[in-house]
């Protein structure tokens, strides 16, 4: 079997595997990212496997370059790419996305256990103009002013609970069937 015979199949593969999964997401024919942690956790991080002409006898370029991983050190990316490239050696010939995704998965937290909380530090704005003791006036939000006969407009319209009545835009047929012809029996 060829190569792109082999990526083909491994294309239906992964789309039957992971429908319906968020967390997969198939960005070309060759290129396929997965999401390990949870959506905003500073351990969660996206794996890109990109596929080479050659694959599967030689291996995919596995990358954390994503601007969803933006939080993590170049140090860890470099870890988490060595790991996952040396597990996907072992499958040299074989398809082998579902495996580094899977062990991603499985070992997500091993993978990203020397990644720092990020430290959250408040900045303070100091304006030189203002003083401390001058109250901040707030900025009242204007509420949309309705004239009487808008508001009686909108009552006939609306039952007491403020929903329109049902089959309020219905057609008649006949009446509409009058105005714009029927079927000419030719």
Wanted: net charge negative; glycine share 4%; with cysteine.
């Amino acid at each position: 079997m060829s190569c792109k015979e082999q990526q083909e199949e491994e294309q239906e593969v992964l789309a039957s595997i992971y429908e319906g999964d968020e967390c997969f997401k198939q960005v070309n024919e060759s290129t396929y990212q997965y999401k390990i942690g949870e959506s905003g956790h500073y351990k969660s991080f996206l794996v890109e496997v990109k596929w080479t002409e050659n694959y599967p006898d030689c291996l995919p370029d596995v990358n954390l370059n994503a601007f969803y991983n933006n939080h993590i050190t170049s140090d860890i990316k470099q870890s988490v790419v060595s790991q996952l490239e040396e597990e996907a050696e072992q499958y040299l010939g074989c398809a082998m996305t579902y495996t580094i995704f899977e062990l991603a998965k499985e070992n997500g937290e091993e993978l990203m256990a020397n990644q720092k909380e990020p430290v959250v530090t408040k900045v303070e704005e100091s304006n030189e103009n203002t003083n401390s003791n001058q109250p901040v006036a707030k900025k009242k939000e204007k509420k949309e002013q309705l004239t009487k006969q808008q508001k009686r407009k909108l009552a006939d319209r609306t039952d007491h609970k403020g929903e329109r009545p049902r089959g309020w835009d219905w057609i008649d047929v006949v009446k509409h069937l009058s105005r714009t012809g029927g079927k000419n029996d030719s």
